[in-house]
C-alpha cells in the first residue's frame, strides 16, 4: 500500500502543474482590464501602462525570449506562467489585486468561519442521511418510506434560497430563537452558527436520503442478508454490522470527495447570515478579475482534491478486503 | 428531589418488515439526544447575546449600530476607491479640508488646515497654513506610543504615497500632472527595484514645507478644483511611523488624526471605532442653511465632537437579514431593499404608518449620480446618424424605467449633470427636446435615420455590465422598446462587469450601459466625460469628440466659479444634448431610515468622516426597545 501512496503522491505535481497552466490560460483568455479598474476612475493610458509593468503583466505570457540577449538563457523563464507557477509552489501567493490583503491572510481568516459551518454541516448531514436512508431502506415499501420519499422530492423541489430566506425570516426574526445574522470568533461562533447549519443539514436532507436508501435498498436485499438473519443475528447485528460495512464503499466516495470543497463554505449561507468565510471570496475573486486570489484557491482545492481522492483509495482498502492497492 | 420525565421512555420499537423487531431500539436514546440538541439551540442565543451591549448601557457608553453592504477591503486613504470602505476610513484619516455639515450648496471648509488656501494671482501657488494642536493617534508605531503633531511635512510624504507606483494607488489620478515635480517623482519611482529602496525625502519641487505649519504647493497649470480634492480622503495625512513600521499591513493598521480609532476589525463581519481621546477640539457648527434650526440642526451648535462614544458597524450583504435587523432594532440606520420597498413607502413617498409607528424616520435625497447607455461615437453607424441617436433617447420612458427598477427612486435624466443644489454656482436651464418620452416622434425619427443610413438600420447591440435578474429585466425593457416598438434590429448582450470595463476601453462596444458618480460638487467632473483627449481607454467611453466641446472645457477647467463659468457650462450641456452620445436615463434618488433616536443626520454626498456631527438618544431607544 505504501508503495502504492508514494507513486499517487508522484502523480501530484503533474495534476498541481496541469491545474496551474489551466487556470492561467483560462484567467488570460478571459480577463477583463484588471490594470484599468487598479488605476481608478479617471486614469490616463499612461498610468495603465504603468500599472502593467509593475504587476508584471506586460511580460510574454509563457516564454521570455525578447530579453535573453541581454539577461542570458535563464530570462526565458521570466514570463507570466513561470513567474505564477513559481509563487504558487513557493505558496507565496502575494496580494489581492483588489483588496493588497495578504492572499494567504484572506485564506487563513476564511478558512474557519467556512469550515466552522461546513464542517458540522457535512457531519449532521451525512449522519442524519445515513441513519434516515437506513431506516427507510429498511421499511421499504411501508407508509414510512412513501412518505419519506415524498418529503425528499419536495425537499429537492424547493429552492435553496426560499429555505434560507424563510428560515431566517421565521426561527430568527419572528421566533426570536436564533440571531439573525452575525459571526464572532471563538466559542460564541457557535450561537450564530446553528441556524445555518440546520438550514444547511435541510437543504441537503432531501437528495442525500434518496441517494443513501437506494445504497441501502441494494445491500438490504443481499443474500448475506438473508443468511445473517438465518443465523438468528439480531436486526441491529445486521443492519450495523454487516449491512453498513457493505455499503460503505459509495458512502466512502462520496464522503471523502466531498470534504475538500468543505473549504470552500457556502455562499449562500454565509452571505445570508454573515459568516465571513470563503464561499463568497472566490465569486468576489472571478468578478473582480483577481487572480492572485483565484489562483491561490484553485492550487488548495485542486491538492486537497488529489489528496481526498487518495485517501478515499485507501480507505476502500481498509473497509473492504476485496481491494488491494498495488 | 424530582426528575424530569425522560423523553421516550415508552416508546415502542417500529414492526420490523418479515415480523422481526425493528433496528431502532435505540430510537428512544435519539429522541432524547434531538429534543435536547433544540432545547440547547434555543436557549444557546439567549446566552450572551446581549452581553456587550448590556456592558456598553451600564457604562453610560453611547453606541451607535451600522450595517454595512459590503465589507471593507482595507482602510489605507490612498487606496480607498468605494463608498463604504470611504465611509469607514474617513472617520479615522482627515484630509486638510472639509465640506461643511449644514450648509447648502455644498461648501469646503478647514480640516485639518488652519484656513482656506491662499492662492496666487496666476493661481500657480497655493499656500496652505495646517493646524498645529493636531496628534495623530495613539499608537506603537510612534515612542512611547503616543501620536506627535502632525506638521505640514506629512502632508507631503501622504501624497508622494499616492504617486509612489510601487504602491499602485487606486488615486494617483487626482494628483496626476497637478503638482510641479509629482510625476517626476512617481518616474523616479518605477525606477527603483524594490517597494522598500524609494527615497521618501527625495524633493518635489512643487512641495514644500516652509515651515512645520506652512504648506507651498505649486501647481503645474491653474487648478481651481484643488480645494475639493484637499477634502477629498485620499488626500489625507498618513504618518510616515505607521507606513514605514506596518509596511504592506499598513492598511490594517491605521492611525490617523480623525475623530475615531479603529478598536475591533472581525475582517469581512465586524468593525468598531471608538472615541479618539486625543482629538482636537472642533465644534459642531453654529449655522447652517434656512431650516435647519427648525429641525433641531443646530441645537448641538458649538460643542466638542464627537457626541457618540463607539460605532459599531455589521457587515450584511445581503438584504434581507439587512432589513430583519432594522426591523428588529439591531441596527440604527439602514436603506430599503427594493423588495421592501412596496411595504414601507406609500405612493405618496412617505413612510408606512406602520414603520412610523416603530419609531423610523425617512430621509430621500439625490445623489449626484447620472446613469445613461452611452454610444460609442467613433462607430460610424451611430456617429453619422444624429436621427437615429434621437430616436433611442425619445423612446425611452424614463418614468417608467425607473418604477419598473427602481422603485421610483430617482428622477429622469434629461441630460448629464444632476440638478441643484448639488453642483455649486450652476443652475441649469437646458433646452433638450429630445430626452422627454415621445413615442411618435422616435418613430418618425427612425424613418429619418434609415434614410440618413441609405435604406436599413444596422444591428444594434446594448452591453450590459451584470448578468443578474434586473439586467435581464432591463434588457427585456429594451428589447420590446427598440426592437418591437421602434422595429429596430436590436439585441443586448450580457456580460460581467470587468468585461464590460475592458469592452469599453478598447472600444469594442456599440452601445454600454454606464454611469457616473461626481467625486465634487463641480460640473467639470461630469464633463470630463466628454472631453476628446479623455476618450477610451480614458473615462471618455463614448469616444465623443466635439473641438467646440473641448475648447469650453478646457476653458472651463481652469476657471475660478462664477457667472461667466456657469455659462459656460450651461453652453457645454447644450452641445451635449444637441448631439446626444448617449440615451440619458436617470439621476438616482437614495433612501434612508433611521430610527427617531438618531439625531443630527443631514445627508451630505459629498464628505466623508461626518460621523462626528452626529448623535443618538440612548435612554430613547432603550426605553423603546425595552434593551
Known sequence: ?326 | MTHPPRIGRHGRSFPGPRGFAGPLGSAPRLTTLCAALVVGFTLLPGCGGGGERQADVEAGLKVRYQALGAKVRGMDPMDVGDVLGAGITSNIYEPLYQYHYLKRPYEIVPCLAAAMPEVSDDGLTVTIKVRDDVVFQDDECFPGGKGRPVVAEDFIYSWKRLADIKNVSKNWWVLDGRIAGLNAFREYTQGVERKQDVDYDRAVSGLEAVDDHTLRITLTKPWPQIRYYLAYLPTSVVPREAVERYGDEFLNHPVGTGPYVLDEWQRGSRIVLTRNPTFRDERYPSEGEPGDEEAGLLEDAGKQLPFIDKQVFTIIEEDQPAWLKLMNGDVDVGGIPKDNYGGSITPQRELTDELKAKGLELYIYDRPVTFWYGFNMEAPELRDNLPLRRALNLALNRVEYLDLFLNGRGIPAPKIVPPPPLFEAYDEPIDSPYTSFDLDRAKQYVEEAKQAAGGELPELVLSLGGTDTTQRQVGEYLTRLYKTELGLDFRVDFMDWPTLQEKTKTKQVQMFGMGWEADIPDPENFFALFYGPNKSPGNNNMNYQDDAFDALYERLKVMEPGPERTALARQMEQIIVDDLPCVFIAHTTSFRLQYKWCENYKPNVYGYGLMKYQDLDAEMRREMLGR
Open chain 1, 1 to 326: 500500500m505504501l508503495a502504492y501512496i508514494v507513486r499517487r503522491l508522484l502523480y501530484t505535481p503533474l495534476i498541481v502543474f496541469g491545474v496551474l497552466l489551466i487556470t492561467f490560460a483560462l484567467f488570460n483568455l478571459v480577463q477583463g482590464d484588471v490594470a484599468a479598474s487598479i488605476a481608478g476612475k479617471n486614469a490616463t493610458p499612461q498610468v495603465i501602462a504603468e500599472i502593467q509593468a509593475e504587476y508584471g503583466w506586460d511580460k510574454p505570457l509563457f516564454i521570455n525570449l525578447p530579453d535573453v540577449p541581454e539577461h542570458g538563457v535563464l530570462a526565458v523563464f521570466d514570463s507570466q506562467f513561470f513567474n505564477h507557477l513559481w509563487n504558487s509552489v513557493t505558496f507565496d501567493f502575494g496580494r489581492s489585486i483588489q483588496s493588497k490583503q495578504a492572499v494567504s491572510g484572506l485564506l487563513a481568516r476564511g478558512a474557519i468561519p467556512s469550515l466552522s459551518l461546513t464542517v458540522p454541516m457535512f457531519f449532521a448531514s451525512l449522519l442524519a442521511s445515513v441513519s434516515i436512508g437506513l431506516f427507510v431502506a429498511f421499511y421499504r415499501g411501508r407508509w414510512i418510506d412513501t412518505t419519506t420519499v415524498t418529503v425528499c422530492v419536495l425537499g429537492m423541489s424547493l429552492p435553496s434560497l426560499a429555505v434560507i430566506i424563510f428560515g431566517q425570516y421565521f426561527f430568527a426574526y419572528q421566533l426570536g430563537w436564533f440571531p439573525i445574522q452575525g459571526y464572532e470568533p471563538g466559542v460564541n461562533a457557535a450561537r450564530y452558527l446553528v441556524l445555518p447549519v440546520l438550514l444547511g443539514v435541510l437543504m441537503g436532507l432531501g437528495s442525500s436520503v434518496r441517494f443513501y436508501r437506494t445504497i441501502m435498498l441494494d445491500e438490504i436485499r443481499a443474500d448475506y442478508i438473508r443468511t445473517a438473519y438465518a443465523k438468528g443475528l439480531a436486526t441491529p447485528k445486521v443492519l450495523f454490522k454487516h449491512l453498513l460495512k457493505n455499503a460503505m464503499i459509495p458512502i466512502i466516495t462520496s464522503t471523502v470527495l466531498a470534504i475538500p470543497f468543505l473549504f470552500l463554505g457556502s455562499l449562500l449561507l454565509e452571505r445570508f447570515f454573515g459568516i465571513p468565510g470563503l464561499g463568497y471570496l472566490m465569486i468576489e475573486a472571478i468578478g473582480g478579475r483577481d487572480f492572485p486570489v483565484i489562483n491561490a484557491m484553485t492550487f488548495i482545492i485542486a491538492i486537497l482534491f488529489v489528496l481526498g481522492n487518495l485517501l478515499t483509495d485507501v480507505c476502500y482498502a481498509l473497509v473492504d478486503p476485496r481491494v488491494s492497492l498495488s
